[in-house]
């Protein structure tokens, strides 16, 4: 599904990622790991096509996408939902959902698929999205992405900052797209989160991957996240 071969990536004169190999296969979870700036998002980012490798090569079902410009990324089957959500605040829940039919893949009932995962968003289709809270934003952001109907779908901290119940909802739904054949890579801090949906892990330290370790391996060996999430 998702294969990065020896990824360089930064931003101008600051490289911040080195060598980074990892891949994602359909129908299943893989957790990107790391402290705060061990280069996470700019792995995401790189994905998406926002800021180009500069050496390495990322493939979408054997197709290489490094060379492609990002409007053309979320036609190839991938999604992102970007921390802080990306979403068009000043339009309504239904626009938002609209702009995304447009751009990817959409199928006649992708629209209602996405809203029967997140219930609550059809009770305010004609709400600005500004006007949500936290956790409906976050809803909002992922039926989005949905829309678009990936096979690859790229999460960067969806619970961040969301009350448990809200947190709870975000992890049934990547379950749930798990067991459809989605690949989805979350960066994700929650342990409880991570040891609860992981079917792999991919740890990342200064811009560089140590390791990389099956689901199984680190629910037997939880410690490894707490060396690598810096928790005492």
Do not use: W
């Not at 490798?53 to 190839?76: A, E, F, L, S, Y």
């Not at 802080?84 to 009932?109: C, H, I, T, W, Y």
């Not at 992708?110 to 609550?120: E, M, N």
């Amino acid at each position: 599904m998702l294969v990065l071969e020896n990824i360089h990536a930064g931003y101008e004169t600051v490289q911040v990622l080195f060598d980074v190999s990892m891949t994602a296969v359909a129908g299943e979870v893989t957790c990107l790991v790391g402290r705060n700036g061990a280069g996470k998002t700019t792995t995401l980012r790189a994905i998406m096509g926002l800021i180009k490798p500069t050496q390495g090569r990322i493939q979408v079902n054997q197709n290489r996408i490094d060379d492609k410009p990002p409007h053309q990324i979320p036609t190839m089957g991938v999604a992102y939902v970007p921390q802080g959500r990306g979403l068009f605040k000043e339009l309504s829940v239904a626009q938002n959902l609209e702009v995304a039919l447009m751009a990817g893949r959409a199928q006649p009932d992708t629209k209602h698929d996405a809203l029967t995962l997140f219930p609550r968003l059809q009770e305010r289709l004609k709400q600005r999205a500004e006007t949500l809270s936290g956790g409906e934003q976050q809803m909002l952001a992922m039926a989005r992405a949905l829309c678009l109907k990936p096979d690859l779908l790229l999460l960067d901290e969806p619970t961040e900052g969301l009350q448990p119940s809200f947190a709870h909802l975000i992890k049934d739904v990547i379950i749930t797209l798990k067991e459809r054949g989605v690949a989805v890579v979350l960066v994700e801090q929650r342990i409880e989160t991570i040891t609860a949906i992981a079917d792999s892990v991919v740890f990342l330290q200064n811009g560089r991957v140590p390791e990389s370790v099956t689901g199984d391996q680190l629910r037997a060996d939880p410690l490894r996240l707490k060396r690598y999430l810096g928790v005492s």
